[in-house]
């Protein structure tokens, strides 16, 4: 079967991981060049073998030595003009680096010059034109499919117009018996070699979907997640919050919101460094996850605020979980965390939501308790 080569326009611009974008595409360029010439060699297989059972019936007689040899040369000379264009690099200029015309051109025009230089064998070239215009499943492009099955259609359907009367096929001897054998023992394995191709492609295409799968979940974690704390970002908490706004709005489900704020946290950067606020919001950020439940929503609001989102929850309950937080986060071991002398902890304000109220209202009214919490002198949880 003439397998024309990959049908892309160069390496493609996906794949494994690489040290620099010039290396990477370098590593595809050249595994789209192996793939190419892999190809390449089934096909000059394929016509070696094709031009092998051609002399096996000159030699049984049912076939002029001229007529043969004029199909290998032809053959033998567009093998070695596409060998070169790959070798050269002259194919990478072109629109379809594959050279899926050429090929197909040399293997079709080859096949019907002898089917009407040499009747006789007729069931060969037949059963090798519908194999070369299977083909046409490699076009790079749908017209390029439909131009092959089409123009290899009306080229059978002149040549057996001109020369039907003298076909025949090669059975009546028992050379001729197994070189008919010969024919389609070939056509199979040519077919074969097509579709475990095509079953290769599906494989690598199902295994970049998924790697395309865990990058696009990798890069909606970046967008959601805030990499300091573990906790979502702001956005991603935002998102939470609007899903339970409208959870509420279709079912009257009660949920509430709470702002957290850490108590003078610029005097721990100022007085530990950076790294030492950094340790502080990092383990807050695990408390706060070890506190919520599965359906509830933790979120760095900005800074050393953070929004939570209690899904199902009356105001009572959310001041006793915001009660333990608050009781939690003063009795961590920040002597041992960060600094035998540090002491955190932490103001909440929470509001239970309204029908008809905006997120941006609701927000409001956390962040109002949370700072009258702060006016009234810190590490409480006032309820709105």
């Not at 076909?167 to 070189?179: A, C, E, N, S």
């Not at 295994?207 to 974690?221: F, G, T």
């Not at 050393?304 to 009781?327: N, S, W």
């Not at 700072?371 to 709105?384: C, D, F, I, S, T």
Request: proline letters at 3%.
């Amino acid at each position: 079967m003439a397998h024309s080569p990959e049908k892309t326009r160069g390496p493609p611009l996906w794949g494994p991981k690489s040290s620099s974008p010039l290396a990477n595409e370098t590593q595809h360029f050249e595994r789209w060049r192996k793939r190419t010439w892999q190809l390449h060699a089934s096909v000059l297989l394929s016509h070696l073998y094709a031009f092998m059972l051609f002399l096996g019936h000159c030699w049984a007689g049912y076939v002029p030595l001229h007529a043969v040899l004029l199909y290998g040369l032809w053959i033998g000379a567009g093998m070695a003009f596409i060998t070169w264009a790959y070798a050269s690099g002259w194919s990478q200029t072109q629109s379809d680096p594959g050279l899926f015309f050429w090929h197909q051109l040399v293997s079709v025009t080859g096949v019907l010059g002898l089917l009407v230089a040499a009747p006789q064998v007729a069931f060969q070239a037949l059963v090798m034109l519908l194999v070369f215009s299977t083909d046409g499943f490699l076009a790079p492009r749908r017209t390029s499919f439909w131009m092959t099955w089409s123009c290899t259609l009306i080229a059978i359907a002149l040549a057996v117009y001109w020369v039907g009367p003298q076909m025949r096929m090669t059975t009546d001897t028992l050379i001729g018996q197994f070189l008919t054998v010969g024919v389609m023992l070939g056509a199979v394995v040519r077919c074969s070699v097509l579709v475990t191709y095509f079953r290769g492609m599906q494989y690598r295409l199902s295994a970049s979907n998924e790697k395309l799968a865990i990058a696009l979940k990798q890069i909606e974690n970046l967008v959601r997640n805030d990499d300091l704390t573990g906790l979502e970002n702001r956005r991603g908490v935002m998102d939470r919050l609007q899903q339970c706004i409208h959870a509420a709005q279709r079912r009257d489900a009660p949920f509430c919101i709470a702002m957290l704020d850490i108590d003078f946290f610029k005097q721990v950067n100022d007085r530990y460094g950076h790294e030492g606020g950094d340790q502080v919001l990092r383990a807050f950020g695990q408390l706060l996850s070890s506190q919520i439940r599965a359906a509830d929503c933790a979120g760095r609001y900005g800074g050393e605020e953070f929004l939570l989102v209690l899904c199902d929850t009356q105001l009572a309950q959310a001041g006793v979980l915001l009660e333990r937080i608050r009781e939690s986060t003063e009795a961590l071991p920040w002597t041992q965390l960060v600094h035998k002398d540090l002491r955190v902890t932490c103001t909440l304000g929470a509001t239970q939501y309204r029908q008809g109220e905006t997120a941006e209202a609701l927000i409001s009214r956390a962040d109002a308790a949370m700072y009258r919490g702060k006016a009234a002198g810190r590490n409480r949880v006032v309820l709105a």
